[in-house]
């Protein structure tokens, strides 16, 4: 018997060469860059980003990510004219005085409007600190610098580190060096970046008279309370250094709220200060910034998350998007798994649960080291709408 007419086994032949149902319509297929093609020769970023969301796996999320931050960052709303036309007309109808309503209590942040007074989303930056100490801190300076966010969330380590930079360089190490020598050697490791320890004793130079004359103002004025953005505030503007994303917020007044300020380098200076003035003591309310993050929330007419790491930083901010009853727009880039219940490797879908992301958000998580994948994101981005305004 021939090979053409010999039959296959029934139960192989089932499992092997079972017939599928027909692809939905609108189904896209799975295609990448096409680099022979002479457009795509010295590709843009943007565009080189746009082929990626449908090359699947992680390079799809970067492109979803990136056409997320595109609807938060050109979103626009009423005008606050139009707001308050339609309070009064509202009031007029129902027969009630026009009243300021949550906006104007006390503690709420000024709206979020463009040049023509339209509503803008309200874009929450979250990062680790890893992420200023290294070379990504650039990128983070520039949303800053051009107000292309509302608000920061970091860690007490984003905070004094970028001060650091400022003082003295980081360099590139190797995350195979051992502990042991580098203690010797007065060097930190921070993956495969190396600080010298030097550094911090620069930071303690530079930030003990800053203490010294906040604790003065704070006697001086028994009105006067110091938070953690208002400190951090200071010190961007006594780094006076546009190299640095503290002095950007400060100069563009964007609040940067650290909930843990005292768990790094700044808390260790602030411990020996208690020992420098004591009996004085420099206060810092921590209930004053949680009030003020809460408000910029409550106030935000559209509510976008760009959160980069996990721990602390995603979850404030995304506990202040649960007084609005959940952000509009979410982007979380790390590396997290959710398997053990850690709050980094959630989805945002576990957020949608607790109220901090709405059920109709726009939402994705980038599985990936942001230093590689924000620097693309923003370019693509934010950059690429200062390269439309050039052209």
Same mark, same amino acid.
């Given at each position: 018997?021939?090979?053409?007419?010999?039959?296959?086994?029934?139960?192989? +032949?089932? *499992?092997?060469?079972?017939?599928?149902?027909?692809?939905?319509?609108?189904?896209?297929?799975?295609?990448?860059?096409?680099?022979?093609?002479?457009?795509?020769?010295?590709?843009?970023?943007?565009?080189?980003?746009?082929?990626?969301?449908?090359?699947?796996?992680?390079?799809?999320?970067?492109?979803?990510?990136?056409? %997320?931050?595109? &609807?938060?960052?050109?979103?626009?709303?009423?005008?606050?004219?139009?707001?308050?036309? &339609?309070?009064?007309?509202?009031?007029?109808?129902?027969?009630?005085?026009?009243?300021?309503?949550?906006?104007?209590?006390?503690?709420?942040?000024?709206?979020?409007?463009?040049?023509?007074?339209?509503?803008?989303?309200?874009?929450f930056l979250g990062y680790t600190s890893n992420l200023i100490s290294s070379g990504l801190r650039s990128t983070l300076r520039y949303l800053?610098?051009?107000?292309? !966010?509302?608000?920061?969330?970091?860690?007490?380590?984003?905070?004094?580190?970028? %001060?650091?930079?400022?003082?003295?360089?980081?360099?590139?190490?190797?995350?195979?060096?051992?502990?042991?020598?580098?203690?010797?050697?007065?060097? @930190?490791?921070?993956? @495969?970046?190396?600080?010298?320890?030097?550094?911090?004793?620069?930071?303690?130079?530079?930030?003990?008279?800053?203490?010294?004359?906040?604790?003065?103002?704070?006697?001086?004025?028994?009105?006067?309370?110091?938070?953690? +953005?208002?400190?951090?505030?200071?010190?961007?503007?006594?780094?006076?250094?546009?190299?640095? !994303?503290?002095?950007?917020?400060?100069? @563009?007044?964007?609040?940067?709220?650290?909930?843990?300020?005292?768990?790094?380098?700044?808390?260790?200076?602030?411990?020996?200060?208690?020992?420098?003035?004591?009996?004085?003591?420099?206060?810092?309310?921590?209930?004053?910034? %949680?009030?003020?993050?809460?408000?910029?929330?409550?106030?935000?007419?559209?509510?976008?998350?760009?959160?980069?790491?996990?721990?602390?930083?995603?979850?404030?901010?995304? @506990?202040?998007?649960?007084?609005?009853?959940?952000?509009?727009?979410?982007?979380?880039?790390?590396?997290?798994?959710?398997?053990?219940?850690?709050?980094?490797?959630?989805?945002?879908?576990?957020?949608?649960?607790?109220?901090?992301?709405r059920a109709d958000a726009r939402s994705v998580k980038v599985y990936a080291d942001a230093t590689i994948v924000f620097p693309l994101v923003?370019?693509?981005?934010? *950059?690429?709408?200062?390269?439309? !305004?050039?052209?």
């Open positions: 018997m021939s090979n053409g007419s010999a039959k296959l086994p029934p139960l192989a +032949s089932t *499992a092997v060469l079972k017939h599928s149902d027909p692809v939905p319509s609108g189904s896209v297929r799975v295609s990448g860059i096409d680099f022979d093609l002479a457009e795509n020769k010295n590709v843009r970023v943007s565009t080189l980003v746009r082929s990626m969301k449908t090359m699947g796996f992680q390079a799809t999320s970067v492109g979803t990510a990136c056409e %997320i931050i595109d &609807e938060m960052r050109r979103w626009r709303g009423k005008t606050k004219e139009e707001r308050e036309s &339609e309070k009064v007309a509202k009031a007029a109808a129902s027969g009630t005085p026009v009243d300021g309503g949550e906006e104007e209590e006390e503690g709420y942040e000024a709206d979020y409007t463009d040049a023509s007074g339209s509503a803008r989303c309200t874009i800053v610098k051009h107000k292309y !966010v509302s608000a920061i969330v970091t860690t007490a380590g984003g905070v004094e580190e970028d %001060i650091i930079k400022c003082l003295a360089p980081t360099f590139l190490g190797d995350f195979s060096l051992p502990g042991r020598g580098l203690r010797d050697q007065g060097m @930190n490791r921070i993956g @495969n970046l190396l600080v010298p320890n030097d550094n911090y004793c620069l930071f303690e130079e530079w930030i003990v008279p800053v203490l010294d004359k906040m604790l003065a103002e704070q006697e001086a004025d028994p009105e006067l309370v110091w938070s953690p +953005s208002t400190v951090i505030a200071r010190l961007g503007k006594q780094i006076d250094n546009e190299d640095s !994303v503290l002095y950007w917020a400060y100069k @563009n007044d964007i609040p940067i709220f650290c909930p843990a300020l005292t768990d790094g380098s700044i808390g260790d200076m602030l411990f020996f200060h208690t020992f420098r003035t004591s009996p004085q003591q420099l206060k810092i309310d921590i209930v004053s910034d %949680i009030r003020r993050i809460n408000s910029m929330s409550m106030a935000a007419d559209r509510a976008g998350m760009i959160i980069l790491g996990g721990g602390i930083v995603k979850h404030h901010i995304a @506990n202040a998007c649960l007084m609005r009853n959940g952000a509009d727009y979410a982007v979380y880039i790390n590396t997290g798994q959710e398997f053990d219940g850690s709050d980094a490797g959630a989805r945002p879908d576990e957020a949608v649960s607790w109220g901090k992301i923003v370019a693509a981005t934010f *950059a690429a709408e200062d390269d439309e !305004v050039k052209e």
